[in-house]
Every structure is written in C-alpha cells, then in structure tokens.
C-alpha cells in the first residue's frame, strides 16, 4: 500500500479510494502480530514480495546504525519490516504494540536496529516471553528458554513489546524490560501475562527493569568492558589492528549437503555425477530456448538436483560442468564425525577461505574453530586437521589456521574457467606456499609479556586453544563471547602461559586423533559371536530414559558402564558422545547416506562405530581431567 502509488486507480476505483483514504489518515495506534520470517524459502520457486521503499529506510537506519552490519537475511524479515513500516506509519507520535519475535531484544546482529528504537521512541517496554525452542534444543537444556507460548505453533522466542512515541515527554529512549523466567511451562507463562492483564500489572508488581544500553547497542546481557583491553584473536575490517591470526574463515556452505556429502566416497561421486548430469540436460535444454528467466523453465525434480541462484546462474550462462574426481575430500562435517565433501566451486555455495588452508587434500594444517557470533549454545571450540562444514559449529562457526596456503605470484594465471579459482582442484600442493597464520605483531605481544621466553608461533597457537578451554575464561566472558570474536589477555605469569600452551597441545593430542586413541574399557554385551556384519549400526539409543549408563547399539549388542562424568564433555551444545550417537547411523529418506561405509570403505573396519563410541568416552574424559587442571585465570 505505501511503496508505490496506484497504477490501476482507473480501473479499480473502489478499491483505489480506499488506499487513499487509508494512507491520509492520522493513525496513531498500531497493533499486530506480524509473521517471523526471513529470506525466501529453501529450493523453492516462490520468490518473497520485494519492498524495495521499505527496504531503504531499514538500510538507512537500522543498518547504518550497526556496528556489525545486520546480514540481508536479519534486513527481510518480515517483524523487522513491520517494526520499521509502524514506527514511520505512526509520525512522531503514537503507540504500537507488537507480539513478535524477541531476537531484536539480545541478537548481536540488530544492535543498529536496538540504537535505532532508542533514538525513534521516547519509551519502550518489553515483556520477554523467551521460549526460542532452538536454543533448548541445541544446549540440551542450558538455554532454560522453557515452552513456546504458541505451543507447537512456533519455534521463535516470542515478546510483547509496546513502543511509544510521546513528543511531550521530557526523557527520551527509555527502556524497560521484563524477562517471564527460567523453564516455565507454556501455562505457566500465560498465567502470568494474565495476573498482570496489562503493562500498568506488571508496574504495580514492580517487575519492569530499566535499561541503561552500553555502547555496543546491547540492551540485556551486557559485556564486560574489560574484553576490549585484549588482543583479538582476528580482525577483518578495513583498519585492521593488532591481532594474532592473520586470516580467518567460516566453513564449507554447501547449500545442498544431501547431495554433496555421504559417508561413501562412492557413493558421493554417483551422487554428484548424476546432478551434474542432470544440470547438463537442463543447461541444453535451456540453452535451445527462447526463455530468458530459468527459474520457471528448469525441472525441480528433487529427487535429480538442488537448484540454487548461483547453479541456476552458471545454467543461464550457458556454462557446462564436469564431474573432478579430485574434488572429492575428507572434512569434519560435524563434532567428531567426517565425511566425504565434492568440494567445488559451483557445487557450493560457498567454500569462504577454506581453499586457502587445505589446498588438496594432502595439504597438511590445523584449525581452531569456534562458534559463531550469537550461538544459542554458548562458546565452544574445536581443533581440525582437515576441511569443515559450515555448521560444524552453531552459528557458523569460524576456523583459524595455523598455516595459509598461497600461490607464488610469479604463478598467478591471467585466465580462469568459469569453474576455476586459485584453489581449483587442478593445482598442486607443491605449486603453492605455506606461511604462518598467526601474524609476527601477536607473537610480540605475548614475548612483550614474558621477557626472556622461547615463545614459538606453535606455542601461541596451543595457548591459545587452551585458554579457549577455560571455565573461568568462558564464564567470565560468555556475554562477550556470545556478541564477538574471542580477545585473548595474557596470563601474569609465564608459568601459567606455558600451563595453558601444554594443555592446548594436550587437548589437540586427544580431539584430532579421536578415530584412534585407545578404546575406553566399557563392557560390550554381545548376543551370540560375532561376524563383521553384526557390528552395523542404524541408531544407537539409550536403554532406559534417565540412564545413560547403558547404550544398545543394535540388535546383538548393548555398551554398558558408560561413565556418567564422560558426558559432561560438551562440544557445540552437545556432549561429545551425543554427536556419535547422531551421526552414526543410517539416513534413508532422500539419497542414502550411511555411516557403515566410511567404517567399511574408509577405515576398513566394520567395528568402528562401535569402537569410536568407545574412543570418544576416552577423549571426553582425558579432555575433562585436563581442563580440570587448568590454572586459574589470573591476567
């Protein structure tokens, strides 16, 4: 109604006068439930309705005000452009009272949007209901978000929040919140909105907490300012500053990991050999039409290909793919599970930096890779010797390397094929140049610190890692932890750098060699002996609710005397066993994706689901003895 005017007044006279009236009106009061969502749906042909107007006004507002630079999928979601629409449809004075998602209340990416909201009302408050059922799932419990309001009918933390703009009112930008509470029920929390029965219930109980926002924008849990007098463990902006890696990266994005990822080496190359053949069929197919816009020409046959804008691209232009065999790599797919990635180009969606530090996969590196900013699970951190999947930590976790690999400039190519990149699988291990990642300036800073000591850039790099592994470190600074990348202060003393280096070195021993450490001695009861073919897995259960001592792995066998402490190693919201559990077993809806076949065709051992259940009990608890010992964070 208000992006544009009416093209086709003459034709719908009614209808056109009713717009007109509407839009003169001096509306004062907007109330709504606007849907929660963002971006157009996933492989779909449905396009969502563009507010190009709209748009504009969030771009010049609540994104210029980020310091971050909220992402274009925060930017189209449609409770973030009914809150802009409202807040200009209403003038300079008015109320709107929203029942939306609560995201814009703590998300690191809607800081412009939180600074914006103080600047336009002279009053907020809101009434957090919380129930973001992601979080309980993704923490197994910690996030303590309780039942979702709307039941089953959404997933998305909700909040009551009225906005007032009051032009009489001498202060400005006054911000008062309520939070319902930990784990309640959805009953719970509508027995309480219904004690209060208004914003005036919740004034009476004196429940409303004023707010004073910090400079970072953030309203709730806010940081602890002395983050910032700590080096940064990367830094990409413009001005870069001092930080120990020089580079760092997300993960693989595939955008289509049912086709592009399989636990079969040979299965993965049937896969991708029949969709690019597919795409080559439509490519042609299209190519001898007179359509301009593929999007409505191409088959959607789901059960041949996943199209995505950028394929769809390279099929506008005309451009044929072939299947590399060489594209075919090992990367973490998940905590403590590999799979087989075609890693390439077209086929992702995107690869980030990845090809700048496993050039091949014969190329030899390490990552430290974290969560990503606003995880609903908290820090975490992991280390990688080999590619990782995008998701392998929640939130699109980051990845910082030990090495960078580069092509010699001497070497660069002055053409490409339409599917090359520096990194193409046509280059060579020995055609490229491996350098440090961490930067000589934040090695100099911790010598700085510890006159006289031998400090590697290896060393730097294990200290790191086991600083990142402290509970004193990740309490201290979880809310800065969940709004930006980790700052690493230096410990007082020498003796504890080293404490933390040695135990970073530990840690990476236990979680890089997962697949072969020595077996945890747990009793595996067997039904009858036992042939290759009886160690297959489909999915691992528990055998009583409340128990996770006793695991039945199939059929014939059951893992008993599970130690208790061994889940409390947690990893991306889940304890390390969680994830085995996960990941092996069989997925058969869609395209096969078994996880006998990397124990079959990759390690040539049927019993190594089993056996890997039983290792990663091993990594847990050396992982939570070592932590254990950690000094105290003394800086």
């Avoid at 449905?46 to 006004?57: E, G, Q, V």
Wanted: charged share 25%; aromatic share 10%.
């Amino acid at each position: 109604m208000h992006e544009k005017e009416d093209m086709v007044d003459a034709l719908l006279e009614k209808n056109s006068a009713r717009r007109k009236r509407q839009k003169k009106l001096d509306i004062r009061v907007i109330i709504a439930n606007p849907p929660y969502s963002s971006g157009d749906k996933e492989d779909s042909n449905a396009k969502n309705i563009d507010y190009p107007s709209l748009d504009d006004r969030i771009a010049e507002t609540y994104v210029k005000n980020s310091s971050r630079g909220m992402g274009k999928s925060k930017i189209y979601d449609s409770y973030i452009r009914a809150i802009r629409w409202a807040s200009d449809r209403i003038g300079d004075s008015g109320i709107i009272g929203f029942v939306s998602g609560s995201g814009f209340v703590e998300k690191p990416a809607m800081d412009g949007l939180r600074r914006s909201l103080a600047e336009d009302f002279s009053c907020i408050h809101v009434l957090n209901l919380r129930g973001d059922i992601r979080k309980n799932i993704l923490s197994k419990g910690g996030a303590r978000e309780g039942e979702n309001v709307f039941g089953s009918g959404s997933m998305t933390g909700v909040a009551v929040t009225f906005f007032v703009k009051n032009p009489h009112r001498a202060q400005h930008g006054q911000i008062y919140y309520y939070d319902i509470g930990d784990d309640l029920s959805e009953c719970e929390k509508l027995e309480k909105i219904s004690t209060f029965g208004s914003p005036a219930g919740i004034t009476e109980a004196d429940g409303w907490h004023a707010i004073n926002p910090d400079k970072h924008g953030d309203w709730i849990n806010q940081r602890d300012a002395s983050f910032e007098n700590y080096i940064v463990l990367g830094d990409k902006s413009a001005q870069r500053g001092l930080a120990i890696f020089e580079m760092y990266s997300m993960g693989i994005k595939t955008n289509r990991d049912e086709w592009t990822y399989n636990f079969s080496r040979n299965q993965l190359a049937t896969n991708m050999r029949r969709t690019i053949k597919f795409y080559n069929e439509e490519k042609d197919r299209y190519v001898i039409s007179s359509v301009e816009d593929p999007d409505n020409f191409v088959s959607r046959d789901k059960t041949m290909i996943k199209w995505t804008s950028d394929v769809l691209g390279e099929l506008k232009k005309g451009n044929a793919c072939s299947f590399k065999a060489e594209d075919i790599v090992v990367a973490l797919y998940r905590p403590f599970c590999k799979e087989w990635v075609y890693s390439n180009k077209v086929w992702n969606w995107t690869r980030h930096l990845m090809p700048r530090f496993f050039p091949t996969d014969a190329a030899q590196n390490l990552m430290i890779f974290i969560s990503g900013i606003g995880s609903r699970n908290g820090f975490s951190c992991l280390i990688s010797n080999s590619m990782v999947d995008v998701n392998s930590m929640e939130a699109g976790g980051q990845c910082f390397p030990r090495y960078i690999y580069e092509e010699p400039k001497a070497n660069f190519r002055t053409t490409k094929s339409h599917c090359d990149d520096l990194f193409s699988s046509t280059q060579k291990t020995s055609e490229v140049e491996r350098r440090e990642a961490i930067t000589d300036a934040g090695l100099a800073h911790f010598l700085e610190a510890y006159p006289g000591e031998a400090i590697s850039k290896e060393d730097l790099f294990y200290y790191v890692y086991g600083l990142l592994h402290s509970p004193d470190y990740r309490e201290r600074y979880a809310d800065n932890l969940s709004k930006e990348l980790p700052r690493i202060p230096r410990v007082k003393t020498a003796v504890d750098f080293w404490a933390f280096s040695q135990a970073g070195r530990a840690l990476a021993e236990w979680h890089l060699n997962y697949e072969t450490v020595q077996p945890y001695p747990l009793t595996i009861e067997a039904k009858g002996p036992q042939t290759d073919a009886d160690y297959r897995v489909e999915k691992m259960k528990f055998a009583k609710k409340d128990d996770k001592s006793t695991v039945i792995y199939n059929g014939k066998i059951t893992i008993k005397g599970i130690p208790e402490a061994a889940w409390g190693y947690v990893v991306n919201g889940k304890a390390a066993l969680d994830w085995v559990m996960e990941r092996q077993t069989v997925k058969t809806s869609g395209i096969v994706n078994d996880a006998n076949d990397w124990a079959i065709e990759t390690m040539n051992n049927p019993r190594y689901p089993l056996e890997l259940f039983m290792r990663v009990v091993t990594v847990s608890m050396e992982t939570l003895k070592i932590v254990k010992g950690l000094p105290s964070l003394n800086i």
